[in-house]
């Protein structure tokens, strides 16, 4: 999520796709071939009960996480993660992970920041968790300038954001800027403490760890408090467990749907029949071909740039992310166009699911 990312607007025919290997091939670069083994991420993918994971029995998969979908939910935070860890406690082991997700709302007033962000409060074997994490509006990838002059008002918004998620969650964290940068510290060094991009102009997240698993429940639902009772989507990951746990689960309050993402190993040109086999509602993305960008933009910036394909609905598309613009703003779209043949535009991703 820190990168740049455009993409074609127009659906494209899995020919066409091909056909664009061929084009890239031709500029120099080393796309994948139809018959090379791509790893193939599978996303949203709508199923009526856990056992349709079945349908990728032709392909070896990893990562496989069952997601338990609540939209609209004005329901207690407090019991439905309670609900959940009960559950868990009796199928955990080392290697399953859940945890439920719900947004919470930033307190204003802000210019840079989206004014909704998401926090995880999660249960792995052993111990329990809590992660937070916050977008900008824009995302400004190291390297680029273009946001140098509003870097003092971003630095004093996310030390400010950060200080009163904390506080909200009482933990033992000091924020401060150093060196023009977001650092975040534990005061309790025997706890682990991951800390991810605070001082990146773009998403920024911090996970406070404890062998206590009912410990974040009560601040967790402090944090969900902030929402005000509206409308929201919560989310609750599962991965690592059996079908037999996973149908427990789904005892656990209605009024959710059911999808899973994992990663599926496969040949580029097996993307048509994953893509039917995920239908109608699932996503997938692969890998094309990777390049640096002084390969073609000897003048520019060098930036790490990924050409992707995304199937939905049917059908394909093209993305392209790099690590940072390698040219001025008004010269990207016209120059990606040149390189895909295709129409592109700047198409950023949601800051959540």
Not at 232 to 240: D, E, I, K, Q, S
Request: hydrophobic share 40%.
């Amino acid at each position: 999520m820190r990168e740049r990312r455009w993409e074609s607007p127009a659906q494209l025919s899995f020919g066409e796709v091909l056909a664009l290997g061929e084009r890239l091939a031709a500029l120099g670069l080393t796309p994948s071939p139809p018959a090379k083994d791509v790893i193939c991420y599978v996303e949203e993918w709508t199923v009526a009960a856990p056992d349709e994971l079945d349908q990728l029995d032709p392909w070896a998969t990893e990562d496989v996480t069952l997601v338990h979908i609540r939209e609209d939910w004005q329901g207690d935070f407090f019991l439905l993660a309670g609900a959940y860890h009960t559950v868990y406690q009796r199928y955990q082991e080392l290697g399953t992970y859940c945890s439920v997700s719900h947004p919470f709302r930033l307190a204003g007033p802000l210019r840079l920041h989206h004014p909704r962000a998401m926090f995880w409060l999660g249960f792995r074997h052993a111990h329990a968790f809590i992660r937070v994490r916050v977008h900008t509006t824009d995302v400004v990838p190291p390297g680029e300038t273009r946001a140098d002059a509003r870097r003092d008002l971003w630095l004093e918004e996310r030390q400010r954001i950060f200080e009163d998620a904390i506080a909200l969650l009482d933990l033992p964290v000091d924020v401060a800027v150093e060196q023009r940068s977001v650092a975040l510290r534990s005061r309790d060094q025997a706890v682990p403490f991951l800390c991810s991009w605070p001082d990146a102009f773009g998403p920024g997240q911090f996970e406070y760890n404890t062998s206590d698993a009912f410990e974040f429940l009560v601040p967790a639902s402090r944090l969900a408090a902030t929402w005000n009772g509206a409308p929201a989507t919560v989310r609750t990951y599962l991965t690592g467990f059996s079908e037999e746990a996973l149908r427990e689960f789904q005892t656990v309050e209605g009024g959710a749907r059911y999808a899973y993402r994992c990663s599926a190993h496969c040949q580029l040109d097996e993307l048509p029949e994953i893509l039917q086999a995920i239908a109608p509602e699932g996503r997938l993305y692969a890998t094309l071909c990777e390049f640096q960008t002084q390969i073609l933009q000897p003048g520019g910036e060098d930036a790490s740039a990924i050409v992707g394909v995304v199937g939905m609905e049917g059908g394909f598309q093209i993305e392209v992310r790099l690590n940072r613009a390698p040219l001025p703003e008004e010269a990207m779209a016209g120059w990606l166009e040149s390189l895909t043949g295709l129409p592109m535009t700047y198409a950023p991703l949601p800051p959540f699911p």
